[in-house]
């Protein structure tokens, strides 16, 4: 499923094990073979896709990253005083890394490995990071968090936090969210710590304009999941012939995001051939919302514990410190 290539030295090794194009192909062909045709959200992330999400955490509608990093400054000490040292944090999605920034000088763990699929970004992203911090050793994963992988050697013996900020969390359907947290507590191992930031259920309006901002971000990043199959797969979606479009689902209790095709149109796909109505909806994300108690028992159900939790003063975000049993 993967091709394995490295490049190392003593406190930076890079190992990819981005899935291969065969494996890619089969999965899109599954979601778009589908009656309400589907896309997984880790094909929004190109290049270009990183620096549009990273666009979108800047944003005046977009409250999750902003409300996030206000409370990892308020409880970072709180967070290190229960964690201990010789710990190593593994972070799922790790884009523009600028969240384990705040936490880096706190924690002062001795490894950190970002896992991402976005392979360049994630790569670039590191090496500025090993130059930002010279006592930290970095071990970047090119990887499909939804699938398993193993950590890098090197980080064995140290005691690991995962860490899963952003509210990603809230991507996967519940059932899948409890099949990720069982994989992470398998990779994490008994005793492992996992800091997961959630974002909560609250006005619906204040949800649907994070998700549909009005310079139109979120719009181009949701689109660029065509521009990014055209060039991954040879495929040939004209972008023109589909618009964003994205809704609060008060029944699943989660912002659901889909492009729709504005015309009849065919797409190819290497061998293939997918058929679009006009008005058809391509699904492209789910963003669960949680309550905190129900988050907690997902993760229990899990074998995860709920050592710690804390929410901002408007309730918007929960931030939860798990540890695996
Ligand atoms: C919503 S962004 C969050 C980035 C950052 N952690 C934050 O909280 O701001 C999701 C990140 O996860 C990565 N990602 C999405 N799906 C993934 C997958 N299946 N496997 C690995 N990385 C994935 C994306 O490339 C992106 O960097």
Same mark, same amino acid.
């Given at each position: ?40 959200p ?10 549009? $999400? ?49 936490l880096?000088?706190a ?9 991402d ?10 090496q500025?990071?090993?130059?930002? /911090?010279?006592?930290?050793?970095? $071990? ?6 939804t ?5 890098p ?10 860490? /899963? ?6 991507? /996967? ?63 040939d ?55 905190k ?10 074998? /995860? ?21």
């Amino acid at each position: 499923m993967t091709s394995s290539t490295s490049l190392s030295d003593d406190r930076f090794a890079f190992l990819d094990l981005k899935p291969d194009v065969d494996f890619v192909l089969d999965e899109v062909f599954a979601g778009l073979s589908l009656e309400a045709k589907s896309i997984s959200p880790k094909f929004f992330y190109d290049e270009r896709g990183s620096e549009l $999400f990273d666009a979108i955490t800047q944003l005046p509608e977009y409250y999750v990253t902003r409300t996030e990093m206000g409370m990892f400054d308020a409880h970072v000490e709180e967070i290190a005083a229960a964690l201990g040292e010789n710990i190593c944090v593994i972070e799922y999605g790790s884009g523009s890394t600028k969240k384990i920034r705040r936490l880096l000088e706190a924690l002062k763990p001795e490894a950190y490995v970002p896992v991402d699929i976005s392979g360049d970004y994630l790569l670039s992203n590191a090496q500025t990071l090993v130059q930002d /911090f010279p006592e930290l050793k970095i $071990f970047p994963v090119c990887a499909d968090i939804t699938q398993s992988f193993a950590l890098p050697a090197q980080v064995e013996a140290l005691r690991p936090l995962g860490f /899963f900020p952003g509210s990603s969390i809230g991507n /996967f359907e519940p059932s899948q969210a409890v099949d990720f947290l069982q994989r992470v507590r398998t990779t994490l191992g008994s005793g492992g710590y996992f800091l997961v930031g959630v974002d909560a259920k609250k006005d619906i309006s204040i949800l649907e304009a994070a998700y549909d901002d009005a310079a139109g971000v979120t719009a181009e990043f949701n689109l660029n999941t065509l521009v990014h199959l055209n060039e991954k797969l040879g495929a040939d979606f004209d972008v023109g012939n589909f618009e964003h479009f994205s809704h609060y689902n008060p029944e699943q209790g989660c912002i659901q995001m889909f492009l729709k095709s504005l015309v009849a149109q065919r797409v190819n796909i290497a061998d293939k051939v997918f058929s679009f109505a006009e008005g058809e909806l391509l699904h492209t994300e789910n963003s669960y919302k949680y309550a905190k108690q129900e988050f907690i028992t997902l993760a229990q159900s899990a074998q /995860f514990d709920c050592l710690q939790s804390w929410q901002d003063a408007n309730e918007w975000f929960s931030l939860f410190l798990l540890r695996a049993h």
